[in-house]
């Protein structure tokens, strides 16, 4: 399946010109798309397979919950905001709510053509309610009866009476029945499933050896909905969801402190506007139409200017079961050869092995790949230096942490010892704001000194730890500089970089950028070795480019490779047009978002762009730039979006260690030589895999696993 680009108004740029463009949200459900296509992929194995099914699920739920929800309040706007804008926010929802429902009979033909029947052929049997046996129609009466009827708050509907306020994200059956006393004219009413209580899927008593049979939630409530409503005659029953708006508005300019506004905050995102009514596509018009009405009565007394209610640009039709995130948790009854082989993480022996773990950093940079590597040299990296007498310092920015972080431990026990221990903690990182919240609290009550970034736009993202250890009146500074979180839970699926450092260059700007960050006092030397954002991280790279368009109009080589996770900047976009035109030949590997329309004739024909899905998320960004065969090659947190380069403090760190580069060089390679998970970004936004013309299989995380498992053979490590 393909998805088309939207007929939008250009959006202008300063100059008043105009650039060919796609949506960032257009965009990224192509994206998802992609995700969906691994699990139509008969290649990828089964429950493989049933998990890119629950991602798309996921994916789909957070936009709706945060892209969608904030053109429905655009659309509430004034003219003058649009205008500003450059598009029509009701063209965009309208679009998503096209594109949208068609992937949606995409996802119900993947599970109830390909999925289940592939299950079936495994002994694996989905059952719905008809299809029980004698025993486990006792078992599903008993599981109901003891375990599920204190959850499922049946409720009838009564119009203009009682206010239906429905969860977010949380799963309801909508029934539809007659009185069996009165005249049989239609009622309704809803009933909960709970999933946020007990397991999407129960195991029944299986019908015949070796066979596993299974029931979907929502079927048992099914299968005993006529026992919540003794009166009545049962004539159908849907399932509904209901998305709301997560967004967390705060005030410009903060008198409070940040975190008891976010915690107030955080109370209101589960009532905030509906985002999404998703309904079982076979329901009856006039249904759809009584409950939206009943929804919308939860909003009637809402003064709250932003508020919205239902409308037809959000209603999004599905199959019988929504929430397909559950999917992630789907038995696979020990049938382990149905997923991918395992890939056992690689030891960075360089470190793990090391007797003096600062020691062995001084003697030479280090670079690991997670989850190629393993994530041990990380956390050791902090256990040690919590514990060693010389460290005077540490500190460390915090985003997105494990939830049982042994990072946060040692430095926690690295306070107790007696030192320094400083930790920007960013709490506004969306969906982790809570956690972030407990996190700093947790880590004050130990003795590290917690700041936050009070600034409601401005928000951290840099992925940086610094330590100062003196030995003999010597002080040396060690640093780790990551594109991904220090987490220890995602460093198992997202493949990111982490250079560790005793360049003392780089860790005085380092300093310098945590000074700014815990003092709000902005660095009076300027950064010449970082690029830092809300500093020169635009500015730089808008010269790097210009530097190889330079080389390009005057004949000589000028070459760009850039692989980040989204690129939808305009300026940056542009630059790139322009480069391209002048000759610059420019490889992308962009992962999700991509703005840019390469392969345009007399635009962007010298520019081609990849991405890549696969059993790991891409998640690294590397910016390389020939610079006349003086090549320079950054790492970075910072996609080429606006927020993150005008809203945020990222990084862009340069690789010095010719090694370390050269590994760099390959890894990249070995992805834009993929023609197994790759697919072609192009303005159709047609997902066409790329095949590259090679004869021979490349797909690149398994190529690039046994190329770190090489590397540790042959000491190049």
């Not at 139509?40 to 994916?59: D, H, M, T």
């Not at 040396?476 to 839970?489: A, I, K, R």
């Not at 690129?567 to 840019?596: E, F, H, N, P, W």
């Amino acid at each position: 399946m393909t998805t088309s680009n939207i007929n939008l108004p250009k959006e202008s740029l300063a100059n008043d010109e105009t650039v060919p463009y796609i949506h960032r949200d257009i965009s990224w459900l192509s994206f998802n798309d992609r995700v969906l296509q691994e699990a139509k992929n008969p290649a990828v194995p089964l429950f493989e397979r049933i998990k890119f099914l629950a991602i798309y699920s996921s994916n789909l739920e957070e936009f709706f919950r945060v892209r969608v929800a904030s053109h429905r309040r655009l659309m509430k706007a004034d003219k003058g905001t649009k205008k500003e804008l450059g598009f029509s926010p009701k063209a965009i929802v309208k679009e998503v709510q096209r594109i949208v429902n068609k992937q949606q009979e995409e996802v119900s033909k993947v599970f109830e053509k390909q999925l289940v029947p592939e299950l079936r052929k495994h002994n694996v049997f989905i059952l719905r309610r008809l299809e029980l046996n004698p025993e486990q129609k006792i078992d599903v009466e008993e599981y109901f009866k003891n375990y599920m009827l204190p959850y499922v708050q049946p409720v009838l509907i009564v119009k203009g009476k009682i206010r239906l306020f429905l969860n977010n994200a949380a799963l309801y059956l909508a029934v539809w029945m007659t009185s069996k006393s009165a005249p049989a004219t239609d009622e309704y009413a809803i009933v909960k499933i709970p999933s946020d209580h007990l397991p999407r899927f129960h195991e029944l008593p299986p019908s015949a050896p070796g066979r596993h049979d299974v029931i979907i939630l929502d079927d048992i409530v099914r299968y005993n909905i006529e026992k919540m409503f003794p009166g009545y005659r049962i004539k159908d029953t849907f399932s509904i969801k209901l998305t709301r708006d997560a967004e967390m508005l705060l005030d410009e300019e903060l008198t409070i402190d940040i975190t008891h506004k976010l915690r107030e905050s955080l109370d209101k995102r589960h009532v905030g506007s509906p985002s999404r009514f998703v309904f079982d596509r076979e329901m009856p018009q006039a249904m759809l139409q009584f409950l939206t009405e009943v929804i919308n009565e939860e909003r009637e007394d809402d003064d709250d200017e932003e508020d919205y209610k239902l409308d037809k640009y959000s209603l999004l039709r599905e199959g019988r079961y929504h929430n397909n995130s559950d999917f992630f948790r789907f038995p696979d009854f020990g049938m382990t050869y149905l997923r991918n082989p395992p890939l056992l993480p690689i030891p960075y022996r360089p470190l793990e092995d090391a007797e003096d773990f600062c020691k062995a950093i001084e003697e030479r940079d280090h670079l690991i790949y997670p989850p190629y590597h393993s994530y041990q040299s990380v956390i050791r990296f902090f256990e040690a230096v919590a514990d060693d007498p010389k460290v005077t310092h540490i500190k460390l920015t915090h985003y997105r942490v494990a939830r049982n972080s042994r990072i946060m431990q040692s430095l926690m026990r690295a306070a107790k010892s007696g030192k320094q221990v400083s930790v920007i903690v960013e709490v506004k990182a969306r969906f982790d704001e809570e956690a972030n919240l407990n996190w700093g609290e947790k880590l004050e009550r130990e003795g590290v000194v917690v700041h936050y970034i009070k600034d409601p736009v401005l928000k951290l993202h840099a992925k940086l730890a610094l330590v100062r250890r003196t030995e003999d009146k010597k002080t040396q500074f060690y640093t780790y500089l990551g594109t991904g979180n220090f987490n220890e839970d995602t460093a198992k699926v997202y493949t990111d970089f982490g250079l560790f450092t005793a360049d003392q260059n780089i860790a005085q700007e380092v300093a310098r950028l945590f000074s700014f960050l815990e003092s709000g006092n902005r660095p009076t030397q300027p950064f010449e070795h970082l690029l830092v954002g809300q500093f020169n991280l635009r500015s730089e790279l808008e010269r790097l480019i210009a530097f190889e368009t330079a080389e390009a109009k005057a004949g000589r080589p000028a070459h760009i490779i850039l692989k980040m996770n989204s690129i939808q900047d305009l300026g940056m976009i542009q630059k790139l047009y322009k480069a391209s035109q002048a000759g610059v030949t420019i490889q992308l590997i962009i992962r999700g978002i991509c703005c840019l329309m390469p392969g345009i004739k007399g635009l962007s024909e010298r520019i081609e762009a990849i991405s890549i899905v696969d059993r790991f998320l891409e998640h690294a960004r590397v910016f390389i730039f020939h610079h006349a065969g003086a090549e320079l090659m950054y790492l970075s947190s910072a996609d080429w979006m606006v927020r993150n380069l005008n809203h945020r403090v990222e990084t862009a760190f340069p690789i010095y260690d010719e090694t370390i580069k050269s590994d760099i060089k390959d890894f990249i390679q070995i992805q834009l030589n993929d023609n197994v998970k790759a697919r072609i970004l192009d303005k159709d936004l047609s997902n066409a895999y790329h095949t590259n013309g090679s004869d021979i299989a490349i797909r690149s995380q398994l190529e690039t696993y046994y190329y770190v498992k090489r590397l540790v053979q042959n000491s190049k490590q």
